[in-house]
């Protein structure tokens, strides 16, 4: 096992499930969604694409993504998609709404929500069920880097494989938009870094399928195209 991996399940063992009272959490909250029906990103997680119809539909829908080669990184920066968690981006859900993006995903997907004290916005704390590898996560603001938001496609990958030529505003909007954004324990986004599905798979098997048909999902809504190494191992993870 790799130190890495190491790591990551040492620190699982150390997460406590809160019994903590919800503050300002809607009255009722929508199970985990499998991508396939969940086409905007709007519904909390990731849950498991389950049977052989929906995984045949998984494969149709990967087979659609196009393939391209992989260029340069360089030029690339995070700023060239924007303001962190702009809440400015044009035509995706929650933009506009008065809320910093990151934010708007932690209230899509946390359980047990606590929001600062006289915000509507800003998450305090919650309970996250982390979809990369199945496990229950409290967190605390002050622990900020225990939950990321992840880029499912990321955005230096995103830039390698075409964005670098798109217009800013375009840029925006795959940044923001919560069909490529996923709460996940930190530590596992930090290891997946800017790595395509060919390099890089949620720890959790279960959840693989889903997780490169949500990466399939967005390169298509962005006309995004990926490795063939990565389209290949995307078909493998649905078949």
């Avoid at 040492?10 to 499930?17: D, F, K, T």
């Avoid at 119809?53 to 990967?62: E, Q």
């Avoid at 400015?88 to 946390?110: F, I, S, W």
């Amino acid at each position: 096992m790799r130190a890495a991996e190491v790591a990551v399940v040492v620190a699982a063992a150390l997460l406590i499930v809160s019994q903590a009272v919800p503050e300002g959490e809607p009255a009722a909250r929508a199970e985990r969604a499998a991508p396939l029906e969940n086409a905007d990103g709007t519904r909390p997680g990731l849950a498991p694409v389950s049977g052989a119809r929906k995984r045949a539909a998984a494969v149709r829908l990967i087979k659609r993504v196009r393939v391209g080669a992989m260029g340069a990184k360089a030029g690339y920066r995070r700023e060239r998609y924007g303001e962190n968690w702009a809440d400015t981006a044009k035509g995706v859900p929650y933009a506009g709404n008065g809320c910093r993006t990151r934010d708007d995903l932690l209230a899509r997907d946390g359980e047990e929500i606590r929001y600062r004290r006289g915000s509507a916005c800003v998450v305090v704390a919650m309970m996250l069920r982390d979809p990369y590898t199945g496990w229950r996560i409290e967190w605390r603001k002050r622990e900020h880097d225990r939950v990321q938001v992840d880029h499912v496609v990321p955005l230096s990958y995103g830039w390698r494989m075409g964005a670098s030529r798109w217009s800013r505003a375009k840029r925006l909007r795959i940044a923001n938009d919560p069909l490529n954004l996923m709460p996940v324990y930190g530590p596992v986004n930090e290891e997946k870094g800017g790595a395509g599905p060919a390099t890089w798979l949620p720890p959790d098997r279960k959840i693989r399928c889903a997780y490169v048909v949500r990466f399939a999902q967005v390169a298509l809504k962005y006309d995004l195209p990926v490795t063939r190494a990565d389209k290949i191992a995307m078909l493998g993870q649905c078949r």
